[in-house]
C-alpha cells in the first residue's frame, strides 16, 4: 500500500530535550516535505527536499532541522523545542516538485507535538 | 501574511449544497488544489482545476475558477454528514495553502 508513515503520532516533552520525528514513504518520490498546521494558520511549510542530499527551508525553518540521506526517510530533528513549536506536524512526499505541473502530494497521518 | 485565505467555518444541513471560498495572490500555478481533512488524518487530495478552466465538476463537486478575480470555490452538492471535515485550497507554485475551512453538516 503506497503509503507515507509518520512516528511518534503523538509526543509530550519538555523544553530543550532533543527529538526526532520520522518520516517514510513508499513510492519512491523525489520530493518530500515537512508542515506544521496551527488552528487558524492552516499549513505552513517547514523543509523540503528536492532529492537525496538537497534539503531548503520553507516558510518557517527556524527552530527545526531536516535531513534526507536516503530517498525515502526524511526526519524532523528539534534539536532544543520550546513551547512554541507545540503543533500537529504533518510530512509529505509527492513524485515531482509542487509547480511542476500536475502532482499529488500525499501526506501522512500526522504527529500531535507538545512541548511543556 | 497569508497569500491563500478561506473563511474558517461553514455550517449546513445534511442534503445542502456547501459553498466554501478561497481567494490566492500568486497566479502562476498551472494547477489549483483542494485538499480534504477528515478528523485525526491527513490531508487527501480531493480535486483539482487546471489554471486555464473555469469550471470542473467531478460527480457531487463543482470547481469554480475566476482567475481576473483570483478566487477559486467548491461547491459540494447535496452534503452528507461523513463531508464534515476541513477543506484546505492549495496553490502550488509556492506552496501555500489557505487556513481551511471547518465544514459542519448538520443532520
Known amino acids: 500500500e503506497a503509503q507515507v508513515t509518520q512516528n511518534p503520532r503523538y509526543l509530550i516533552t519538555v523544553t530543550g530535550k532533543k527529538l526526532t520525528v520520522t518520516c517514510s514513504q513508499n513510492?519512491?518520490?523525489?520530493?518530500m516535505s515537512w508542515y506544521r498546521q496551527d488552528p487558524g494558520l492552516g499549513l505552513r511549510q517547514i523543509y523540503y527536499s528536492m532529492n537525496v542530499e538537497v534539503t531548503d527551508k520553507g516558510d518557517v525553518p527556524e527552530g527545526y532541522k531536516v535531513s534526507r540521506k536516503e530517498k525515502r526517510n526524511f526526519p524532523l530533528i528539534l534539536e532544543s523545542p520550546s513551547p512554541n513549536q507545540t503543533s500537529l506536524y504533518f510530512c509529505a512526499s509527492s513524485l515531482t516538485p509542487p509547480g511542476q505541473g500536475y502532482y499529488e502530494q500525499y501526506f501522512g497521518p500526522g504527529t500531535r507535538l507538545t512541548v511543556t | 501574511g497569508e497569500d491563500v485565505e478561506q473563511s474558517l467555518f461553514l455550517s449546513v444541513r445534511e442534503g445542502d449544497s456547501s459553498v466554501i471560498n478561497c481567494t490566492y495572490t500568486?497566479?502562476?500555478?498551472?494547477?489549483l488544489y483542494w485538499y480534504k481533512q477528515e478528523p485525526g488524518a491527513g490531508l487527501q487530495l480531493l480535486t483539482y482545476i487546471f489554471s486555464n478552466m473555469d469550471m470542473k465538476q467531478d460527480q457531487r463537486l463543482t470547481v469554480l475558477l475566476n482567475k481576473k478575480d483570483k478566487h477559486l470555490s467548491l461547491r459540494i452538492a447535496d452534503t452528507q454528514t461523513g463531508d464534515s471535515a476541513i477543506y484546505f485550497c492549495?496553490?502550488?507554485?509556492?506552496?501555500?495553502f489557505g487556513a481551511g475551512t471547518r465544514l459542519t453538516v448538520k443532520p
Open positions: 500568486d497566479s502562476s500555478s498551472t494547477y
Open positions: 513510492m519512491n518520490h523525489e520530493y
Open positions: 492549495a496553490e502550488p507554485a509556492d506552496m501555500r
